[in-house]
């Protein structure tokens, strides 16, 4: 059994992992290109913009974009993602100049290292003031791309992806 004073050192004084090296594969400079559904019976919403992705002491990374954002105009975007080792999760936020609410991430990098999925609640896009389930699917193609998909949980039980990011390296 751990003392506090051990539990705090190893919290407060920890060493990167595997998990947070693999986050800083994420850091550097980056346009986008997006592309967003808005309704089953419209065509998807194109835009484009700029992320700046820095490391935080090798544990976090700070994603911060500027561009367009499907129906909202003009946005600036915040992300923070790291990776929790008492959990065993990758953990973060999201908040946009377009909204109040803070979306809270928790999630898994897939067997291949490759695909980082992050879950979360938040309001339904239905406007009906109801909570909804939603995942954001990061997923490195090489060194200098990666794809973002966003998908919301249906009343189906079914995942409906309904924007898509491909991010290239600057």
């Known amino acids: 059994m751990e003392t506090n004073q051990t539990l705090q050192e190893s919290t407060m004084q920890s060493e990167p992992q595997k998990e947070h090296e693999w986050l800083q594969k994420l850091v550097g400079e980056w346009v986008y290109e997006s592309e967003a559904i808005m309704g089953s019976d419209q065509p998807p919403v194109k835009a484009t913009g700029t992320e ?7 544990f976090w990374v700070l994603a911060e974009g500027e561009g367009e954002m499907p129906g909202c105009g003009a946005a600036t975007t915040v992300m923070t993602i790291g990776y929790n080792p008492q959990q065993q999760k990758f953990v973060g936020t999201w908040v946009g100049s377009m909204m109040s609410y803070l979306w809270l991430y928790e ?24 909570m909804a389930k939603y995942k954001d699917v990061i997923e490195l193609k090489d060194n200098n791309h990666r794809v973002m998909t966003s998908h919301a949980l249906g009343e189906d039980g079914q995942w409906h992806q309904f924007m898509t990011v491909n991010y290239r390296r600057k």
Do not use: F, I, Q
């Not at 999630?107 to 109801?130: Q, Y």
């Open 107 to 130: 999630g898994e990098l897939d067997a291949s290292e490759t695909v980082l999925t992050l879950n979360n609640e938040g309001p339904s896009m239905s406007g009906d003031g109801k």
């Open 52 to 58: 700046t992705v820095k490391s935080l002491g090798g």
